[in-house]
Protein backbone atom coordinates (compact mmCIF):
# COMPACT_ATOMS: atom_id res chain seq x y z
CA UNK A 1 0.00 0.00 0.00
CA UNK A 2 0.85 3.26 -1.05
CA UNK A 3 -0.33 6.56 1.02
CA UNK A 4 0.44 10.00 -0.89
CA UNK A 5 -0.24 13.26 0.80
CA UNK A 6 -0.10 16.66 -1.88
CA UNK A 7 0.62 20.27 -0.75
CA UNK A 8 1.51 23.25 -1.64
CA UNK A 9 -1.58 24.65 -3.00
CA UNK A 10 -3.27 28.08 -2.92
CA UNK A 11 -4.08 31.25 -4.25
CA UNK A 12 -2.29 32.76 -6.86
CA UNK A 13 -2.37 35.59 -9.38
CA UNK A 14 -1.65 34.79 -13.20
CA UNK A 15 2.03 34.84 -14.15
CA UNK A 16 3.00 33.48 -10.51
CA UNK A 17 4.68 30.40 -9.50
CA UNK A 18 3.44 27.28 -6.87
CA UNK A 19 4.90 24.12 -5.86
CA UNK A 20 3.08 21.00 -5.18
CA UNK A 21 4.25 18.95 -3.31
CA UNK A 22 3.31 14.71 -2.98
CA UNK A 23 5.05 12.71 -0.34
CA UNK A 24 4.47 9.41 -0.42
CA UNK A 25 4.71 6.37 2.11
CA UNK A 26 6.31 3.10 1.48
CA UNK A 27 10.13 1.85 1.01
CA UNK A 28 10.09 1.00 -2.78
CA UNK A 29 8.44 4.28 -3.50
CA UNK A 30 11.23 4.77 -6.15
CA UNK A 31 10.00 2.34 -8.73
CA UNK A 32 6.62 3.66 -8.68
CA UNK A 33 5.59 5.79 -11.74
CA UNK A 34 4.06 9.05 -10.24
CA UNK A 35 1.55 11.73 -11.98
CA UNK A 36 -0.13 14.66 -11.56
CA UNK A 37 -3.76 15.00 -12.58
CA UNK A 38 -5.96 18.00 -12.35
CA UNK A 39 -9.98 18.77 -12.25
CA UNK A 40 -11.15 22.08 -12.67
CA UNK A 41 -15.42 21.95 -11.72
CA UNK A 42 -17.17 20.61 -14.43
CA UNK A 43 -14.62 19.19 -16.52
CA UNK A 44 -13.14 15.77 -16.58
CA UNK A 45 -9.90 14.53 -14.32
CA UNK A 46 -7.39 15.88 -17.07
CA UNK A 47 -3.56 14.10 -16.96
CA UNK A 48 -0.74 16.75 -16.42
CA UNK A 49 2.70 15.36 -16.55
CA UNK A 50 4.08 11.80 -15.24
CA UNK A 51 7.47 11.31 -14.52
CA UNK A 52 9.12 7.51 -14.05
CA UNK A 53 11.89 5.97 -11.83
CA UNK A 54 14.56 6.70 -14.75
CA UNK A 55 13.53 10.35 -14.65
CA UNK A 56 11.86 10.31 -18.22
CA UNK A 57 8.56 12.50 -18.04
CA UNK A 58 5.96 13.22 -20.43
CA UNK A 59 3.78 16.14 -20.30
CA UNK A 60 0.56 17.55 -21.10
CA UNK A 61 0.77 20.25 -24.33
CA UNK A 62 -0.99 22.83 -22.36
CA UNK A 63 1.77 22.46 -19.12
CA UNK A 64 4.53 21.92 -21.20
CA UNK A 65 7.19 24.80 -20.67
CA UNK A 66 5.62 25.71 -17.64
CA UNK A 67 5.93 22.85 -15.65
CA UNK A 68 8.33 20.95 -14.60
CA UNK A 69 8.12 17.81 -12.06
CA UNK A 70 10.89 16.31 -10.20
CA UNK A 71 10.96 13.52 -7.51
CA UNK A 72 13.38 12.68 -4.34
CA UNK A 73 13.81 9.67 -4.11
CA UNK A 74 15.23 9.65 -0.73
CA UNK A 75 12.63 12.00 0.44
CA UNK A 76 10.04 9.68 -1.45
CA UNK A 77 8.33 12.90 -2.49
CA UNK A 78 7.60 13.82 -5.89
CA UNK A 79 7.38 17.62 -6.86
CA UNK A 80 5.74 20.06 -9.63
CA UNK A 81 6.94 23.28 -9.90
CA UNK A 82 4.12 25.55 -11.63
CA UNK A 83 5.57 28.92 -13.55
CA UNK A 84 3.46 31.03 -15.82
CA UNK A 85 0.50 30.42 -14.24
CA UNK A 86 -2.44 30.39 -16.12
CA UNK A 87 -6.33 31.21 -14.86
CA UNK A 88 -7.32 28.21 -16.77
CA UNK A 89 -4.96 26.09 -14.43
CA UNK A 90 -7.17 26.24 -11.65
CA UNK A 91 -7.94 23.08 -10.40
CA UNK A 92 -7.40 20.69 -7.55
CA UNK A 93 -4.61 18.87 -8.39
CA UNK A 94 -3.93 15.11 -8.01
CA UNK A 95 -1.05 13.22 -7.63
CA UNK A 96 -1.19 9.16 -8.33
CA UNK A 97 1.10 6.49 -8.50
CA UNK A 98 1.71 3.03 -9.96
CA UNK A 99 4.33 -0.06 -9.85
CA UNK A 100 5.13 0.76 -13.35
CA UNK A 101 8.72 1.52 -15.15
CA UNK A 102 6.03 3.00 -17.89
CA UNK A 103 4.96 6.31 -18.47
CA UNK A 104 0.86 6.30 -18.06
CA UNK A 105 -1.17 9.14 -18.65
CA UNK A 106 -4.64 7.67 -18.32
CA UNK A 107 -6.46 8.50 -15.25
CA UNK A 108 -7.32 4.55 -14.77
CA UNK A 109 -3.98 2.95 -14.98
CA UNK A 110 -3.01 4.54 -11.47
CA UNK A 111 -3.52 2.89 -8.30
CA UNK A 112 -3.33 5.26 -5.58
CA UNK A 113 -4.45 8.83 -5.44
CA UNK A 114 -3.79 11.52 -2.89
CA UNK A 115 -7.07 13.53 -1.43
CA UNK A 116 -6.08 16.96 -3.82
CA UNK A 117 -5.25 20.01 -3.40
CA UNK A 118 -6.31 23.35 -4.80
CA UNK A 119 -4.70 25.80 -6.89
CA UNK A 120 -6.58 29.25 -7.62
CA UNK A 121 -5.57 31.27 -10.08
CA UNK A 122 -6.85 34.69 -10.48
CA UNK A 123 -6.46 37.01 -13.41
Known amino acids: QVQLVESGGGLVQAGGSLRLSCAAS????????VAWFRQAPGKDREFVVAIVRSGSTYYADSVKGRFTISRDNAKNTVYLQMNSLKPEDTAVYYC?????????????????WGQGTQVTVSS
Open 96 to 112: AAKASYRLLIEAGSYDY
Open 26 to 33: GRTFSRYA
